[in-house]
């Protein structure tokens, strides 16, 4: 079950890492730059732990697609970035590949 709360924060640290580089400015604020580097180096850590137990297929497939979704709603919501249907009907798509994946592939349940 640990392996899911590490999946779960390394995909937030992730998400709070892409939506900072905005801030950033090239690099060139140091706090969003500091959030930056903490946010994707928590997330690799994790990602390496996670893969002792799950493929890095499944592994990769969650965290990408749950990241976009994250990603796209912290643009919608905190940064004002509109959304046309196709984009929300794209991200819906991805979120519902991931309940795939999770519900009903067997290779998350045989590691």
Do not use: C, R
């Not at 643009?75 to 970035?81: K, N, P």
């Amino acid at each position: 079950m640990k392996v899911w709360l590490y999946l779960a924060i390394a995909i937030v640290a992730e998400v709070i890492a892409t939506s900072s580089l905005k801030y950033s400015e090239g690099f060139s604020k140091p706090l969003p730059t500091l959030a930056v580097a903490a946010g994707y180096a928590t997330s690799f850590f994790l990602l390496s732990l996670i893969l002792k137990t799950l493929p890095v297929s499944i592994t990769y497939a969650i965290w990408s697609g749950a990241g976009v979704a994250l990603v796209t709603l912290v643009g919608w919501f905190w940064l004002g970035q509109k959304l046309d249907l196709g984009a929300l009907i794209g991200i819906g798509l991805i979120v519902l590949g991931v309940v795939v994946i999770n519900l009903f592939s067997n290779t998350v349940s045989n590691h």
